[in-house]
T-cell receptor, first 113, second 112 residues
Framework: GAGVSQSPSNKVTEKGKDVELRCDPI?????LYWYRQSLGQGLEFLIY????????KSGLPSDRFSAERTGESVSTLTIQRTQQEDSAVYLC???????????FGPGTRLTVT | QKEVEQDPGPLSVPEGAIVSLNCTYS??????FMWYRQYSRKGPELLMY????GNKEDGRFTAQVDKSSKYISLFIRDSQPSDSATYLC????????????FGTGTRLKVLA
């Protein structure tokens, strides 16, 4: 079956612009996670959803970052007023339920110039 | 000190060797453990998912958890050049948040 998909695969934006990153989880997966991976770094947790609710947003770096999920399906991560330090690969993962094994998408590579 | 520590490598081994990859952790509440393989410019791919202590085997891969030492391992038998990738460990506790903590990854090179 189809895996987790993310779009766009690459995004180059100018400092100060807003960006939206999209994640389509595996059908039927109720939990969805966002991570950030910087060069040479591990995966940094950002937020996770159970259904359309976000019980843990503790990893969002600042109030410029927000995420939502609708229809217990697609999720959007929005970064407002992007900064150069936001440049990273943003990864989405989904799981059948919270705490189950996670399956990752290919990521969105964000470059802020 | 990070909650999860992983040697970044690179670890270079000849084809056919047995590879041992390891993570240590500080939180004794961690109960669920995962190993991922990540090729360059790709998303992580789940290899193993284990609960609590003990061993789990899947093909050429064996995951081992030693909770008393706060130490987990992934063994790869008969390593192949296609196993060359970065290996990430991840873990979480059985209570509270369902957030997984990831190691920074170990880069493995299997030489033909």
């Amino acid at each position: 079956g189809a895996g987790v998909s993310q779009s766009p695969s690459n995004k180059v934006t100018e400092k100060g612009k807003d960006v939206e990153l999209r994640c389509d989880p595996i059908s039927g997966h109720t939990a969805l996670y966002w991570y950030r991976q910087s060069l040479g770094q591990g995966l940094e947790f950002l937020i996770y959803f159970q259904g359309n609710s976000a019980p843990d947003k503790s990893g969002l770096p600042s109030d410029r970052f927000s995420a939502e999920r609708t229809g217990e399906s697609v999720s959007t991560l929005t970064i407002q007023r992007t900064q150069q330090e936001d440049s990273a690969v943003y990864l989405c993962a989904s799981s059948l339920g919270t705490g189950n094994e996670q399956y990752f998408g290919p990521g969105t590579r964000l470059t802020v110039t | 000190q990070k909650e999860v520590e992983q040697d970044p490598g690179p670890l270079s081994v000849p084809e056919g060797a047995i590879v041992s990859l390891n993570c240590t952790y500080s939180n004794s509440a961690f109960q669920y453990f995962m190993w991922y393989r990540q090729y360059s410019r790709k998303g992580p791919e789940l290899l193993m998912y284990t609960y609590s202590s003990g061993n789990k085997e899947d093909g050429r891969f064996t995951a081992q958890v030693d909770k008393s030492s706060k130490y987990i391992s992934l063994f790869i038998r008969d390593s192949q050049p296609s196993d060359s990738a970065t290996y990430l460990c991840a873990m979480r506790s059985s209570s509270g948040t369902y957030k997984y903590i990831f190691g920074t990854g170990t880069r493995l090179k299997v030489l033909a």
